[in-house]
């Protein structure tokens, strides 16, 4: 869920918070991914670090992959996250060891793990120049839904205008056209998808942070600079793949925290 929520500093204060040495550039970020053995044609990563569990603050990066060796793409850059940080979510990994927190729906925490990517969205009729993601035009029409008793539990749906309120399947939904800029572009995280857990946690994004510097209700959001920047980078024949963690979890990366093939 992309909704903003609390007031903290914006853009440019992050680096304060966040000092370039607790989450390191390139260096470390090459070695996990080295640890990681991803598949020979996963060659995009996307790869955000927070402080904490506990922390909406975050610093993204993204990597590509020639061969055998990663390199720094850009980054990192400063994104938020879930008003009350991460917990684990479901997608393309498996743990050992330390399991909780566990995402659950409206806790508020954006989902840490390894997720693949879905379609692009946006408020215009045509993607961003440069996209190469399947991208989607928000309508009034567009719904994801958020109740986890209903059938569509954590997928997009489209009602047409005139649908009334008793023919809808759901008894609360995620608005994806809305008043303001966060879901001018945007892209669907694979989280809680294959297969979908009642109440494991809905309508996950990456979006555009332009709430001056508050959080999340679980998506990590960014600068529309940087927004429009990986919507040009990623390829699907490369097979782009979200890692989100705090720092502390870093180390485990190939070793208890594992790519569910």
């Given at each position: ?13 992050l680096?304060?918070?966040f000092?370039q ?18 598949p020979?044609d996963v ?5 955000v ?10 610093r ?27 917990a ?30 879905g ?6 009729p ?5 996209c ?18 209903s059938p ?22 995620e ?12 892209i669907v ?6 297969p ?19 959080s ?11 927004m ?7 390829a699907?024949?490369?097979h782009?793949?979200?890692i ?14 594992r790519?569910?093939p």
């Amino acid at each position: 869920m992309g909704r903003f929520l609390v007031s903290l500093p914006a853009l440019a204060g992050l680096a304060a918070v966040f000092p370039q040495g607790s989450c390191e550039c390139a260096g470390k970020g090459i070695e996990a991914l080295g640890r990681l053995n991803l598949p020979e044609d996963v060659r995009q990563v996307i790869l955000v670090r927070t402080l904490s569990f506990e922390s909406p603050y975050g610093r993204l990066a993204a990597y590509s992959r020639s061969g055998r060796t990663w390199k720094l793409s850009i980054g990192p850059f400063p994104v938020v996250t879930g008003e009350k940080g991460l917990a684990w979510g479901r997608g393309r990994h498996t743990l050992k060891g330390n399991v909780t927190p566990q995402k659950v729906e409206g806790d508020g925490r954006g989902p840490a793990g390894i997720f693949e990517l879905g379609d692009a969205f946006g408020y215009a009729p045509e993607p961003p120049p440069g996209c190469r993601l399947p991208y989607r035009t928000c309508t009034t029409g567009d719904f994801f839904v958020d109740d986890p008793s209903s059938p569509c539990y954590n997928t997009w749906v489209r009602v047409p205008g005139t649908a009334s309120d008793s023919a809808k399947k759901w008894k609360s939904a995620e608005a994806m056209c809305i008043d303001w800029p966060d879901y001018e572009i945007g892209i669907v995280v694979k989280h809680n998808m294959s297969p979908v857990s009642a109440g494991g946690g809905s309508a996950i994004f990456l979006h555009v942070w332009s709430s001056g510097g508050a959080s999340t209700l679980g998506c990590t959001a960014m600068s529309r600079g940087s927004m429009l920047w990986l919507l040009k980078w990623l390829a699907p024949a490369r097979h782009p793949l979200l890692i989100q963690l705090p720092v502390s979890e870093m180390k485990r990366l190939g070793k208890d925290i594992r790519f569910l093939p």
